[in-house]
């Protein structure tokens, strides 16, 4: 952002998989100027703050968050971090990304939720456009088939549902980028206590809408052509051998696919925040999560799993109406495989989709932006830059370059 130092480039702190060893303003220093070795005498940063006199001869007053209080065998009780916005500027729990994705949308609704809105109705027009006219239908399976004959079966039927998810996970990555991009924006704005209106979103995303069209396209077509390498082959092979090999690309894709996920899940924070190119933007995700892989996973896969009840509390009074609303039978649906595909069906079961979306994609893309914020305040002291913008004493009067 313009006027938050420290968003705009990732600065000169190493991101080689360890913390930044950056001194905070209360870090011990020798004669020197420079950080000496840590003793029970000279603790490290972050922990506890050395006995001090306030008013005796080359003082230096304490840092913010550090203070009086109660005293115990002459050390100050342990620092609060600076907390000019949603989230503490110090490294984050899981907890205080999840409660900070939520207070950002709540701090900030009709921003986050509109944006929001308008994404999730163009992506579900398209969505119910491409399932009337242009998806196959569910293939059929005969429950009796044995041997060669069951197999065909379940090979055509794993086909027609690729390719009826593909489009789906398409468009679905292609509106969740684009509100987590948006919603960078406000969480960016709410980690400094600033606040934030739809012109004002606007115009931080709009410069960057043609690198994020770019990296909304690229990274759906980088997930499509893993799984079509992994499984296609065996799907075309159609055979014994050729469910067979389908099996093992599934088992690898399970693996790709993940991995892909976990490493360029912060790439679109990175693209419009440090106004990165799109591969920048990739390298800086995969450079950031590096190190942090599984933390990053697990607490992508919670989102997932908090968002997939969300979905199922959601969807399944819209599912029931749309049923009863199509005028199909439910013993119908059970005994055909499928589901029903008339106005009604995919009209009603549209807008519950599009509720569900509206809440869902602000939600994941403050996660997602609180997870960048996190790893930079790991790796590259990036508390330091913000507590500078929020205008904390202590931390000088310009950011670090």
């Known amino acids: 952002m313009n006027d938050s130092p420290g968003w705009a480039s990732p600065g000169s702190a190493p991101s080689d998989g360890k913390e930044a060893a950056i001194p905070r303003p209360s870090d011990p220093q020798d004669g020197n100027g420079t950080t000496g070795q840590w003793s029970p005498e000279q603790p490290p940063p972050g922990q506890w703050s050395p006995p001090s006199s306030p008013g005796g001869p080359g003082a230096r007053p304490p840092a913010p968050g550090w203070g009086g209080g109660p005293q115990r065998q002459g050390w100050a009780a342990p620092p609060s971090a600076a907390k000019p916005g949603l989230v503490p500027l110090r490294p984050l729990s899981l907890g205080e990304i999840l409660d900070g994705s939520v207070s950002a949308l709540r701090a900030h609704w009709r921003t986050a939720l509109g944006?929001?809105?308008?994404?999730?109705?163009?992506?579900q027009i398209a969505l119910t456009l491409l399932q009337r006219y242009l998806l196959p239908k569910p293939a059929s399976v005969d429950p009796n088939a044995t041997g060669t004959e069951a197999l065909r079966?379940?090979?055509?039927?794993?086909?027609?549902?690729?390719?009826?998810?593909?489009?789906?996970?398409?468009?679905?990555?292609?509106?969740?980028?684009?509100?987590?991009?948006?919603v960078a924006v406000v969480v960016s704005r709410s980690?400094?206590?600033r606040p934030t209106t739809l012109s004002d979103t606007w115009a931080e995303v709009r410069p960057r809408l043609l690198p994020l069209t770019g990296l909304a396209l690229l990274l759906p077509l980088v997930i499509i052509a893993t799984m079509a390498v992994c499984i296609g082959p065996g799907l075309l092979l159609g055979s014994g051998a050729g469910a067979a090999l389908a099996l093992l690309g599934s088992l690898a894709a399970c693996i790709l696919i993940p991995w892909l996920w976990v490493n360029f899940a912060l790439s679109a924070p990175a693209l419009v925040l440090e106004r990165q190119g799109v591969v920048a933007a990739l390298r800086r995700s995969a450079k950031l999560v590096r190190g942090a892989w599984w933390r990053t996973f697990g607490i992508l896969v919670l989102t997932q799993l908090m968002i997939l009840l969300l979905?199922?509390?959601?969807?399944?009074?819209?599912?029931?109406?749309?049923?009863?609303?199509?005028?199909t039978d439910l013993s119908e649906i059970l005994e055909g495989g499928g589901s029903p595909s008339g106005w009604p069906f995919l009209i009603v079961t549209g807008i519950g989709e599009v509720v569900i979306s509206?809440?869902?994609?602000?939600?994941?893309?403050?996660?997602?932006?609180l997870l960048y914020v996190d790893q930079r305040i790991r790796r590259e002291a990036l508390d330091l830059d913000l507590a500078r913008a929020a205008g904390f004493p202590g931390y000088g009067d310009t950011p670090r370059s």
């Open 191 to 193: 980690v400094l206590g």
């Open 115 to 123: 944006f929001s809105l308008g994404i999730a109705v163009v992506t």
């Open 153 to 182: 079966q379940a090979s055509e039927s794993a086909r027609s549902t690729l390719l009826s998810m593909g489009p789906v996970a398409f468009l679905t990555m292609i509106g969740t980028l684009f509100t987590a991009s948006i």
């Open 358 to 369: 509206t809440l869902v994609y602000p939600f994941l893309g403050g996660v997602t932006a």
């Open 311 to 327: 979905s199922l509390i959601v969807s399944v009074p819209f599912g029931a109406i749309a049923v009863i609303a199509d005028g």
